[in-house]
């Protein structure tokens, strides 16, 4: 019997072209997380999952996630005049490490921003490359991706309305806390204040909240003033 190996083939159809092609994804059973900041960035022993959530078409190029939607009508000639004809390397179908994982999210941050997808999904791609950053240390990289995080965060609160009360509990924790990492304490505790009396919160994210609140109160305390 052969041995299962941590990557399998899955397989996509491309948005952009429609052509069917696969890519790596980890398999369940092989995923190790030995560690969790607390903006939700994982730690994982072996083979990153995060690394092969953008899938890469390797005929056109166009790069996506489950999440994102057709390609609009629209936007069809801009995509294919702004990316389709410039992006030069396509293949990514294979296994990849941290520096090709930065790549690839960068290419679906922007094929997505193109498309106009949803601020919230690209705010999670900022999040993800602000955790890729994190890991080779890199702080004004991670800070940059962090505050267009926070940003794109606020527009989706601002904006999608038909996002789950979980979905937006979460965008407000995550714009506290990201604020907080950034070092504006004070506007931390603003959005995480937010979701201290909401009754209902679930239980894994007020555990967070009250953490992070009492933190970032002890910082403001320590810097004798708001940042």
């Known amino acids: ?19 069917k092609f696969t890519n790596k994804k980890v398999r369940s ?17 072996g083979e990153n999952p995060y690394f092969y959530d953008v899938a890469v078409c390797p005929y056109c190029g166009y790069a996506f ?14 995509i294919t005049e702004q990316y389709i004809k410039k992006i030069k390397y396509k293949d990514y179908t294979g296994s990849r490490d941290l520096s090709t994982a930065i790549k690839v999210y960068k290419l679906a941050y922007l ?38 995080a926070s940003e794109l965060y606020q527009e989706a609160y601002a904006n999608e309305d038909t996002a789950s009360p979980g979905e937006v509990h979460l965008w407000v924790y995550l714009i506290g806390e990201l604020e907080g990492r950034l070092g ?44």
């Open 1 to 19: 019997m052969a041995k299962l190996e941590p990557l399998y083939d899955k397989r996509y159809q491309c948005l952009f072209c429609k052509e």
């Open 29 to 45: 059973s092989f995923i190790r997380q030995v560690g969790r900041d607390t903006d939700f960035c994982g730690y994982f022993e």
């Open 65 to 78: 996630t489950v999440n994102f939607g057709p390609v609009k009508k629209d936007r069809r000639e801009l």
């Open 111 to 148: 094929t997505g921003s193109l498309n106009q997808e949803k601020s919230s999904l690209l705010a999670g791609l900022c999040l993800r490359l602000g955790w890729f950053y994190r890991y080779n240390r890199n702080v004004e990289e991670e800070q940059r991706y962090l505050r267009r």
């Open 184 to 227: 504006n304490y004070g506007l931390a505790r603003q959005w995480l204040g937010r979701l201290l009396h909401v009754p209902d919160l679930e239980p894994y994210l007020r555990n967070l909240l009250l953490d992070r609140w009492e933190y970032y109160r002890e910082r403001m305390d320590n810097d004798g003033k708001e940042n």
